[in-house]
């Protein structure tokens, strides 16, 4: 297992929108396991492929009951609403009030190339929907007013 380094804003990766996975081999296999590893020890409760530098749809959760490995997720129903804050390992420092759907069906793809759907709902699904969110290229901060949003930008280029 290897620990990998966690991007920050304003690292360009962050924005960019992931590329499918064809199919799960060795490679994959090691990406799901390194980015495990590599949440375990920054203590999250998720890490998207773009937080390390990948553009590709993989992602993994444990928010305490076990690891998930997802790749090419799709959310395919939502349902109801709740606004929690929220932190981001790629915007430290940094707490947000994102209003998210209470429930998800996500479905995606294991690390043995098998679909599996699978229904969420508080934290899990928060979280599902955050990694998904960095799949797309988009971070907590997008759901900011934008002026505390330029304030955060600018003091993250500071410290880049
Ligand atoms: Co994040």
Do not use: F, W
């Not at 993989?58 to 395919?76: C, H, Q, R, W, Y």
């Amino acid at each position: 297992m290897t620990s990998l380094s966690i991007k920050k804003l304003p690292d360009s990766i962050l924005r960019k929108k992931t590329i499918k996975v064809g199919s799960v081999g060795a490679l994959e296999k090691k990406i799901l396991t390194d980015m495990a590893e590599t949440m375990y020890i920054s203590q999250g409760v998720g890490l998207a492929a773009t937080q390390v530098g990948l553009d590709r749809q993989i992602a993994v959760i444990d928010i305490g009951n076990g690891l998930i490995k997802m790749i090419n997720p799709v959310i395919i129903k939502k349902e109801g609403s709740d606004i929690q804050d929220e932190g981001c390992l790629s915007v430290p420092g940094v707490s947000v009030k994102v209003k998210r759907a209470r429930k998800v069906i996500v479905t995606y793809m294991d690390e043995n190339g098998e679909t599996v759907q699978m229904e969420a709902e508080g934290l899990l699904a928060r979280a599902i929907q955050h990694e998904l969110d960095h799949l797309s290229g988009k971070l907590i901060i997008d759901y900011l007013g934008p002026v505390k949003k330029m304030l955060i930008k600018r003091r993250s280029s500071k410290n880049a």
